[in-house]
């Protein structure tokens, strides 16, 4: 993987640039490890670890809620998603994994995790500590939020 920038450029966003084209990348070889399944129906199988609606389904892919529709629909007639009424409230409908679904995304998952060690050398040890960085970085910013740009 290459990526082309001039030398002043700050290396958080270096960091960040290499780890979209990453991730990027190992969504298209894991899409096409599971035959004709799309990028962004390996995403809604990846996400769908607990019940969610539509909405959280859209804000989490960050897609518009229309396209969401024709995704949940795709997964729903390959047997993997199905639509359930909330308990609480009769206009909402979950999004769950059925069992095939379930099976998919762990397959998924455990892909995922390979093809990262395999091509950035990733390891989850590695992972955890860049995240609990991440959080600390995160609770220092609610305690002493940036300023707005001038």
């Not at 609480?88 to 679904?101: F, I, K």
Request: aromatic residues 6%.
């Amino acid at each position: 993987m290459q990526m082309i920038f001039t030398d002043d450029f700050p290396p958080t966003l270096l960091l960040l640039s290499y780890f979209r084209q990453l991730t990027d990348q190992v969504l298209e070889d894991a899409a096409q490890a599971n035959g004709s399944m799309t990028v962004n129906q390996l995403e809604l199988i990846a996400i769908l670890g607990q019940k969610m609606t539509m909405k959280e389904v859209a804000d989490a892919l960050r897609m518009h809620p229309s396209n969401v529709t024709g995704l949940v629909n795709a997964c729903a007639e390959a047997g993997w998603v199905e639509r359930k009424q909330s308990k609480t409230d009769r206009r909402t409908r979950h999004l769950v994994l059925t069992q095939s679904g379930g099976e998919l995304r762990k397959h998924i998952l455990d892909f995922i995790a390979r093809r990262l060690l395999e091509t950035s050398g990733i390891t989850d040890e590695l992972a955890q500590q860049f995240l609990s960085r991440v959080e600390l970085y995160d609770a220092a910013q609610l305690e002493h939020p940036a300023t707005q740009w001038a």
